[in-house]
């Protein structure tokens, strides 16, 4: 049974930073793409960042340049570090798993973790 656990979500005031991580069980951490999404309240799921396999990464142009995906495959997590927030980002954000290069979109999700950035 695949899980992911996502953690580190929270309130903060704009320009802080928050670091969210996603611990993963019953897949082949290291054999799987992992991404983080986020969903607004009114608002569609988008992606956020993705990391592949092979570590190449992929960013939302909202989040370039502030937001930073990276993985542990010894530990089984997957983590987003947020520089620089704003009110904008304020959404639940999602852990995901399976995706690839080409479809970011995989079939596993975690339970959401919220996200509120204040003015």
């Known amino acids: 049974q695949v899980q992911l656990v996502e953690s580190g979500g929270g309130l903060v005031q704009a320009g802080g930073s928050l670091r969210l991580s996603c611990a993963g069980s019953?897949?082949?951490?290291?054999?799987?793409?992992m991404g983080w999404y986020r969903q607004a309240p009114g608002k569609q799921r988008e992606l956020v960042a993705f990391?592949?396999?092979?570590?190449?990464?992929l960013y939302a142009d909202s989040v370039k340049d502030r937001f930073t995906i990276f993985r542990n495959n010894a530990q089984k997590t997957v983590s987003l570090r947020m520089n620089s927030l704003k009110p904008e980002d304020t959404a639940i954000y999602y852990c995901?798993?399976?995706?690839?290069?080409?479809?970011?979109?995989?079939?596993?999700w975690g339970q959401g973790t919220q996200v509120t950035v204040s003015s």
């Open positions: 990391i592949s396999v092979g570590g190449f990464t």
């Open positions: 019953g897949i082949i951490f290291s054999s799987t793409g």
């Open positions: 995901n798993a399976g995706g690839t290069l080409r479809n970011q979109a995989g079939k596993y």
